[in-house]
């Protein structure tokens, strides 16, 4: 009996991407950094390892990614060894046809260090990071300035993604002053504490207010929302409207479904590419989302022109957080509804 309610227990661990690597760890605080310690084996024992954990669905890749390099930061500061471990602390991306890795940090980015989870499990030394974002760090990775160095260090994207970026670029955008736009819909409209996403009517709003006062010549877009793409489409047929050829539906969520070999991984991938292009826009527009911070992060405050569409949070309620978007979209600023007078940040 005790056997079946520990494989029990371990299957639901597994299901919420924890995994039996945790049993027994240690609590610890180390310059008031809360880590969790445990050894593994006789391995390594001059060296202090720090195992970046963020298990759990639910959370985009450029939220992972946004934890992974401040959990890197804390790594530096402590003067030990990172390695970013998504195989056995699973994440949504984790998709078990892809044959390279099952790490799914690897699937998108080169190890943070040279050491294996081979060698980092069996060693003498080894400390977790907390299961979360940490504390003391900002959510806008933008206000974050002092990890530039901290990515340059240790975040380089695979080079099948970087070369496919280089290749649209090349294809794209040489010779076009591009005003990138994220334009974010579907579920973010009704979940619970999330920032609301723009209206249509919004979107065009800052584009016309972009358009009007600098010379870009083409968007590019990146929506996950089918039908945003054809709204933008057929409203600016004046000029070039970009956009990937990557999976997008009529409102349904794509990490629902699953129509192709891989999808998750693919998800992740697009994604990824679709960011890593935003950030080598002259321009952009967005509202809250990491995705698109992400960008602007990366992009290192380059940007000529920079739009941020700020709604505000939903409720924390879900039955109101589900109608509430709906609602606002529709009434006029004066009672409650959202703005569409926009100023440029940059």
């Known amino acids: 009996m005790f056997g079946k309610r520990m494989k029990l227990y371990i299957r639901q661990l597994l299901g919420r991407g924890m995994s039996p690597l945790v049993y027994n760890e240690s609590s610890i605080s180390k310059n008031s950094i809360p880590l969790f310690t445990k050894t593994f084996g006789d391995s390594n024992p001059d060296k202090y390892f720090y195992v970046i954990r963020q298990p759990g669905a639910g959370r985009g890749l450029f939220s992972l990614f946004s934890s992974v390099l401040c959990h890197l930061d804390i790594c530096d500061s402590l003067g030990f060894i990172p390695v970013v471990d998504f195989q056995n602390f699973s994440c949504v991306y984790n998709d078990y046809e892809c044959e390279d890795t099952k790490n799914a940090w690897e699937y998108y980015f080169e190890p943070v260090s040279q050491y294996t989870l081979d060698e980092v499990y069996s060693s003498k030394n080894v400390f977790f990071s907390i299961p979360s974002y940490p504390n003391g760090y900002s959510y806008s990775i933008t206000a974050e300035t002092k990890l530039h160095s901290t990515l340059d260090k240790y975040i380089k994207f695979k080079s099948s ?177 959202f703005s569409s007078n926009f100023k440029v940040n940059i």
């Open 161 to 337: 993604i970087l070369e496919e970026v280089e290749s649209y670029k090349q294809e794209f955008f040489l010779n076009r002053k591009v005003l990138g736009i994220h334009f974010r819909g579907q579920e973010m409209k009704t979940a619970p504490n999330h920032w609301y996403p723009p209206t249509k009517k919004q979107m065009k709003s800052a584009i016309d207010l972009l358009l009007e006062q600098y010379n870009f010549n083409a968007l590019f877009i990146v929506t996950e929302e089918e039908s945003y793409l054809d709204f933008l489409r057929s409203t600016y047929k004046s000029i070039d409207v970009l956009a990937n050829n990557h999976y997008r539906t009529y409102g349904v969520n794509a990490y629902k479904q699953k129509p192709r070999k891989s999808h998750l991984f693919l998800l992740g991938k697009e994604i990824a590419i679709d960011a890593l292009l935003l950030a080598h826009c002259q321009g952009l527009i967005y509202c809250t989302s990491n995705v698109a911070t992400v960008s602007d992060f990366l992009n290192g405050s380059r940007y000529e022109a920079k739009l941020i569409i700020n709604n505000g949070p939903n409720f924390s309620n879900p039955i109101l957080a589900k109608y509430s978007w709906y609602v606002k979209a529709i009434l006029p600023k004066s009672l409650g509804g």
